[in-house]
């Protein structure tokens, strides 16, 4: 695996590897690398021939109380798991200014109205960071296809939503959400959970499935959420917000069953935010 730097570098090394006409992907994360992350790179391997992944811890994204200074930094663990995975190419900008160079100022791509619903309505800003770091990556890397993972199922839509727009020939392939074995879906901040929060973690999938088990029966939406609110909070969590909405992310008829829909869910346990979802098919 090559291990770069610095994105003048990389554009080299890319440069000669376009010239064989490879099909480049990328996988952009913010390392502290799990099953969750490697689903997308074995996802990225399968559907093209050379992977690019990207550890950047991107600053924009985090809000002034949020955990940018305690997020995980892990890279030597995570440069050996993405070598014996076959990652052909890892992306670890030295510092922030290799991506937002302090000379320019910063553009960033708004997120728009979808960017301030669900998980956008407590972080204000949060959608802008992210959509203007992937901007920069697709830029940079100008890969054919990218992956992204439905565990940020908000996320993947609103990069989605951009790529049409500025990046038309881009692939965007989503992976399914990866659980353990609890079905609490993996993430870098489930690290912060205590030995007591862990034990009550996996109640938020469960409580999700009990909300699809609701749907398949036939409830109203108004009922579901209702219901699984009150299991969540029976739990122990802090409820932020729970969501029925269409997969375009649009507030649907509470009868409504025409598009496919999802169930939507942001938690806190304790000082940890947890995020997950259900498509009810
Ligand atoms: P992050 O490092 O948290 O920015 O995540 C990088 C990518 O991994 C994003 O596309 C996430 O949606 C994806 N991801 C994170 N956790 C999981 C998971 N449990 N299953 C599948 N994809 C995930």
New binding site residues.
């Given amino acids: 695996m090559i291990f770069v730097q610095s994105k003048e570098e990389l554009d080299d090394i890319l440069k000669k590897i376009r010239k064989n006409s490879n099909i480049i992907s990328l996988?952009?994360?913010?390392?502290?690398?799990?099953?969750?992350?490697l689903?997308?790179i074995k996802i990225a391997k399968k559907n093209s021939t050379k992977v690019v992944t990207s550890?950047f811890i991107n600053p924009l994204q985090f809000g002034k109380n949020e955990d940018y200074n305690d997020y995980p930094r892990t890279i030597e663990s995570d440069k050996r798991k993405l070598e014996k995975l076959g990652c052909d190419i890892l992306f670890y900008p030295k510092s922030n200014e290799e991506i937002f160079p302090k000379k320019q100022k910063i553009k960033l791509i708004s997120s728009g109205d979808v960017g301030k619903i669900l998980c956008g309505r407590k972080r204000p800003g949060h959608f802008d960071g992210v959509l203007t770091v992937v901007y920069k990556l697709f830029s940079i890397i100008k890969p054919n296809l990218a992956?992204?993972?439905?565990?940020?199922y908000q996320?993947?839509f609103l990069i989605r939503k951009m790529s049409i727009n500025l990046f038309p020939d881009l692939k965007i392939i989503t992976?399914?959400?990866?659980?353990d074995r609890l079905g609490l879906?993996?993430?870098?901040r489930n690290n912060y959970l205590s030995y007591k929060e862990k034990q009550i973690a996996p109640f938020f999938f469960k409580s999700l499935q009990s909300g699809y088990e609701l749907y398949k029966t036939g409830k109203n939406f108004p009922y579901i959420i209702e219901k699984v609110k009150n299991l969540l909070i029976s739990e122990g969590f802090d409820v932020d917000y729970l969501e029925i909405r269409n997969t375009e992310l649009k507030l649907t008829n509470f009868q409504n069953r025409d598009l496919k829909n999802i169930l939507l869910g942001s938690v806190k346990l304790g000082e940890t935010r947890l995020i997950d979802n259900i498509e009810f098919n």
């Fill in positions: 996988v952009p994360t913010m390392g502290n690398l799990h099953a969750g992350h689903s997308l550890i992956v992204f993972g439905a565990k940020d996320q993947q992976g399914k959400i990866i659980r879906a993996l993430s870098s």
